[in-house]
Nanobody
């Protein structure tokens, strides 16, 4: 069955960088909107960045200039490069496939299990 799997989370000091990866099985990333979401402690899951099949990207205002979403089509792998991390970026990050938007909210059909990102000040 279709699945996505994240990797690359960990602990970093403020100002540092991490790169998250996401692989997909039985899903072609170029034929759907892929995305990264995160859930901060005590808060609802929120979209971080999305990438359409044609490569067009969208990022949340809170991460613009610091995070970048990209895709390796040959490897069917999604990335999230996170630079200049801040303590408020600490969250569980989720890879999602077949994302769609309803009004201002983003949803997805397929979700990874999540990977923890910890940022110390």
């Amino acid at each position: 069955r279709p699945q996505v799997l994240e990797s690359g989370g960990g602990s970093v000091q403020a100002g540092g960088s991490l790169r998250l990866s996401c692989t997909a099985t039985e899903l072609s990333m170029t034929s759907m909107i892929m995305g990264w979401f995160r859930q901060l402690p005590g808060k609802e899951r929120e979209v971080v960045a999305t990438i359409k099949g044609d490569g067009a990207t969208h990022r949340a205002d809170s991460v613009k200039g610091r995070f970048a979403i990209s895709r390796d089509d040959a490897a069917n792998t999604l990335f999230l490069q996170m630079d200049n991390l801040k303590p408020e970026d600490a969250a569980v990050y989720y890879c999602a496939a077949a994302c769609f938007q309803r009004g201002d909210e983003w949803f997805a059909i397929y979700w990874g299990q999540g990977t923890q990102v910890t940022v110390s000040s």
